[in-house]
């Protein structure tokens, strides 16, 4: 059986309160625009040649592969961060990688890591980069709050 490679991707990220860990994930799930899909999580390769598009309407439970970081936290104050990071090679005909990554602690941080696991699985693999994309979310949790950044292949 083959199964139709996606040739399209598009990277999401929010923030959001809820008043227990998972309601919060769904929030931000929500908040971020793929909520009601059903997120089917893959490993970190994007296809080769695909192009990044905005955030399509999506039909309600569609299967979708998914590559995404989340951090869900109680602790009134926190910060919490989440980023994914898409690296795209200089010769379409290879894949590109992403990367994910989530923290308590800072934006900036959680950016900075994802950056340089892009660039670290590009050197494995002996491919030069064309790009990068990098989509974060942080929020400082007032309740119960949740961060999640993703990269969403699509067909």
Not at 55 to 81: H, K, W
Not at 92 to 102: K, R
Request: hydrophobic share 45%.
């Amino acid at each position: 059986m083959v199964i139709a490679r996606p040739d399209k991707y598009f990277l999401v990220a929010a923030y959001a309160e809820g008043p227990t860990p998972l309601n919060a994930f769904d929030n931000a799930l929500m908040k971020a625009g793929i909520g009601n899909t059903n997120l089917v999580r893959i490993s970190s390769i994007l296809p080769p040649a695909a192009r990044e598009i905005p955030l399509p309407q999506l039909p309600y439970a569609s299967l979708i592969p998914t590559a995404y970081a989340e951090e869900t936290s109680d602790v009134v104050g926190q910060r919490i961060s989440a980023a994914v990071g898409c690296g795209v090679p200089e010769d379409p005909e290879l894949p590109g990688v992403i990367m994910e990554h989530h923290l308590s602690g800072d934006e900036a941080s959680c950016r900075d890591a994802v950056l340089l696991r892009v660039k670290e699985a590009f050197a494995a693999r002996g491919y030069h980069l064309k790009s990068v994309q990098v989509a974060s979310a942080s929020g400082v949790v007032e309740r119960v709050g949740s961060v999640v950044a993703a990269v969403v292949l699509w067909s």
